[in-house]
C-alpha cells in the first residue's frame, strides 16, 4: 500500500493521496469510543435503548394478540 501511495504521489503531485480513508475513519471512532468519558454516556444510553426496545417489542407483540384474536 505504502508503494503504491508513492508511485501515485509521484505521478500525480497535484492530488492528496489519504490512503484507506475508510479504515482510518473507523480507527478513529472506535478510539474514541474506548475513552471513558465516551463509555459514560454510551453505556447509560445502551441500557434506556434496550427498555425502550423491550417494551416497543411487547406493546406491539399484545397487539398482534389482539388483532389475531379479533380478526382484524
Known amino acids: 500500500m505504502k508503494k ?4 501515485l504521489q ?3 503531485p497535484n492530488i492528496i ?7 482510518n475513519i473507523n480507527l478513529l471512532i472506535k478510539s474514541i ?3 471513558a468519558l465516551i463509555k459514560e ?5 445502551v441500557v434506556f435503548e ?3 426496545r423491550k417494551s416497543i ?3 406491539l407483540n399484545s397487539k398482534l ?7 382484524y
Open 33 to 35: 469510543i474506548e475513552l
Open 10 to 12: 509521484k505521478d500525480y
Open 65 to 71: 394478540i389482539d388483532t389475531e384474536r379479533f380478526n
Open 57 to 59: 417489542l411487547s406493546s
Open 41 to 45: 454516556i454510551i453505556t447509560p444510553n
Open 17 to 23: 493521496f489519504l490512503g484507506c480513508f475508510t479504515h
Open 4 to 7: 503504491a501511495h508513492s508511485i
Open 50 to 52: 434496550e427498555c425502550i
